[in-house]
T-cell receptor, first 119, second 113 residues
Framework: GAVVSQHPSRVICKSGTSVKIECRSL??????MFWYRQFPKKSLMLMAT?????????EQGVEKDKFLINHASLTLSTLTVTSAHPEDSSFYIC???????????????FGPGTRLTVL | AQSVSQHNHHVILSEAASLELGCNYS??????LFWYVQYPGQHLQLLLK??????LVKGIKGFEAEFIKSKFSFNLRKPSVQWSDTAEYFC???????????FGAGTRLAVHP
């Protein structure tokens, strides 16, 4: 199957700083990538849909100025958590669709996640 | 709004026991349904998916799921679990032709040898 990577896998930062998380599709081009947040012992919550070459679409309740998403190429999307605070500590997961897997196939391939800890 | 509910948050089984994890969704139109598995320390992997056709779907590692439209359900089953099936299982729905997946809260399965 298609492979999605994330970098870094773990990051610890001080409150007030910004953190950038990268999501890459390694063996396919992804016009659409998704960013999720996973709270401890809870499910994945979709934060935003990242579209190559256009603005991201954010889910209700997600601050777009807080979580900046850039999808500048067909293999890379970045999520920047700006002015991070302890409540932003979480597990952030990205996924990508492979458009060549079939027009009716909406399978998403997930990255391994990034654990963010804000002190 | 679309939603997915998984009835069991924690399930503990002995090896060779049968497994059934419940999943119900709320959406009246056409849906695509998925089960994902997350092994400890690993990323989400697709177990199986349903788009159309035979409502009984077979996936990897001996898992299967049955789509019952009248019950808005997509329960996951395995006749005989193994210790290596210990993981968290997520049901997800993609509805209305949109790309985004809506996940259930997950079920943590522990299989004891």
């Amino acid at each position: 199957g298609a492979v999605v990577s994330q970098h870094p896998s773990r990051v610890i930062c001080k409150s007030g700083t910004s953190v950038k998380i990268e999501c890459r599709s390694l063996d396919f081009q992804a016009t659409t990538m998704f960013w999720y947040r996973q709270f401890p012992k809870k499910s994945l919550m979709l934060m935003a849909t990242s579209n190559e070459g256009s603005k991201a679409t954010y889910e209700q309740g997600v601050e777009k100025d807080k979580f900046l998403i850039n999808h500048a190429s067909l293999t890379l999307s970045t999520l920047t958590v700006t002015s991070a605070h302890p409540e932003d500590s979480s597990f952030y997961i990205c996924s990508a669709r492979d458009p060549l897997s079939g027009s009716w196939d909406n399978e998403q391939f997930f990255g391994p996640g990034t654990r963010l800890t804000v002190l | 709004a679309q939603s997915v509910s998984q009835h069991n948050h924690h399930v503990i089984l002995s090896e060779a026991a049968s497994l059934e994890l419940g999943c119900n969704y709320s959406y009246g139109g056409t849906v695509n349904l998925f089960w994902y598995v997350q092994y400890p320390g690993q990323h989400l992997q697709l177990l199986l998916k349903y788009f159309s056709g035979d409502p009984l779907v077979k996936g990897i590692k001996g898992f299967e799921a049955e789509f019952i439209k009248s019950k808005f359900s997509f329960n996951l089953r395995k006749p005989s679990v193994q210790w290596s099936d210990t993981a968290e299982y997520f049901c997800a729905v993609n509805a209305g032709g949109y790309n985004k997946l809506i996940f259930g809260a997950g079920t943590r399965l522990a299989v004891h040898p």
